[in-house]
Antibody
Framework: EVQVVESGGGLVQPGGSLRLSCAAS????????MHWVRQAPGKGLVWVSR????????TYADSVKGRFTISRDNAKNTLYLQMNSLRAEDTAVYYC?????????WGQGTLVTVSS | DIQMTQSPSSLSASVGDRVTITCRAS??????LNWYQRKPGKAPKVLIY???SLQSGVPSRFSGSGSGTDFTLTISSLQPEDFATYYC?????????FGQGTKLEI
């Protein structure tokens, strides 16, 4: 079964850091672009970042550029999102999803809450 | 950023109805348009990619059309399991953006 499973969410204070992980299985992870998408409470879906298949190219939404870093370990079939300088407005459920440019599958998401 | 606008925001329909949801882009996106279905507590699921290509495993009652700025998702005969929220998403350029969603209710 093709699936991705996120982990690493939790409660963090403003200005803090958190690293999300996304474990992939059932497909050739190293062949696919991967993405992070988030949804804040009561808000819509927002694309956050993408990374190409070998990790050499990354793109970010302006709202996270300079604070978040997407990376991957193809040997471990795992995608990461390092989130630094977190703000209250980063509170959301974070989803990882397989590319290329349409997202399938998505994980169940991991909740990140930024609050003091 | 490319803005995606869906209409209607919500829709009431009955089993067996034909339903059409519209998505409009703020600029031309060729055929770089994808449709998702989302049920409560579940991750979104892609239905249609590249405007009109049916994702493997998705029932043929779902279809997509359009190019440029105007797109439609059609469900030819609603089934009970189709009551969900539907989103469009443009993949023409980053940042990829989503419509606000259309909630399809009984």
């Amino acid at each position: 079964e093709v699936q991705v499973v996120e982990s690493g969410g939790g409660l963090v204070q403003p200005g803090g850091s958190l690293r999300l992980s996304c474990a992939a299985s059932g497909f050739s992870f190293s062949s696919y672009w991967m993405h992070w998408v988030r949804q804040a409470p009561g808000k819509g879906l927002v694309w956050v970042s993408r990374i190409n298949s070998d990790g050499s190219s990354t793109t970010y939404a302006d709202s996270v550029k300079g604070r978040f870093t997407i990376s991957r370990d193809n040997a471990k079939n795992t995608l990461y999102l390092q989130m630094n300088s977190l703000r209250a407005e980063d509170t959301a459920v974070y989803y990882c999803a397989r590319g290329p440019t349409w997202f399938d599958p998505w994980g169940q998401g991991t909740l990140v809450t930024v609050s003091s | 950023d490319i803005q995606m606008t869906q209409s209607p925001s919500s829709l009431s329909a009955s089993v067996g109805d034909r339903v059409t949801i519209t998505c409009r882009a703020s600029q031309s996106i060729s055929s770089y348009l994808n449709w998702y279905q989302r049920k409560p507590g579940k991750a979104p699921k892609v239905l249609i990619y590249a405007a009109s290509s049916l994702q493997s495993g998705v029932p043929s009652r779902f279809s997509g059309s359009g190019s440029g700025t105007d797109f439609t998702l059609t469900i030819s005969s609603l089934q009970p399991e189709d009551f969900a929220t539907y989103y469009c998403q443009q993949s023409y350029s980053t940042p990829y953006t989503f419509g606000q969603g259309t909630k399809l209710e009984i």
